[in-house]
């Protein structure tokens, strides 16, 4: 399984930008998936995810309300759309791919096997 995000870029604070994650694999529909970022000098940390089915979704404080996740499963896409970006938005966004089969929406690192490489956003106050 590869992962591949992409669309980061320079934003300005309010402004959009949609994040995209492609998935290789066959089984990509049966698995949960999430992105999570990572900020300059901090850990990585969970920013949504969307189970298998793409039924039911999970944000984290920060974001919620303003982005939203969804997943193409014929494309093997998963995409992060974010909407009044703030500055503490800025970092590198990672997608993930969940490690159990038909999961639901796991917000903890440990519930996801595959890594992409990650994009960098950068939101300009």
């Known amino acids: 399984v590869q992962l591949q995000a992409f669309g980061g870029g320079l934003v300005q604070a309010g402004g959009s930008l949609t994040l995209s994650c492609a998935a290789s694999g066959r089984t990509f529909r049966d698995y949960p998936m999430g992105w999570f970022r990572q900020a300059p000098g901090k850990e990585r940390v969970f920013v949504a995810s969307?189970?298998?089915?793409?039924?039911?979704?999970s944000f984290a404080d920060s974001v919620r309300g303003r982005f939203t996740i969804s997943r193409d499963n014929a494309k093997n896409m998963v995409y992060l759309k974010m909407n009044n970006l703030k500055s503490e938005d800025t970092a590198v966004y990672y997608c993930?791919?969940?490690?159990?089969?038909?999961?639901?929406?796991?917000?903890?690192?440990?519930?996801?096997?595959?890594w992409g490489q990650g994009t960098q956003v950068t939101v300009s106050s």
């Open positions: 993930a791919r969940g490690s159990t089969l038909f999961g639901g929406t796991y917000i903890t690192e440990d519930n996801y096997n595959y």
């Open positions: 969307i189970d298998w089915s793409g039924g039911s979704t």
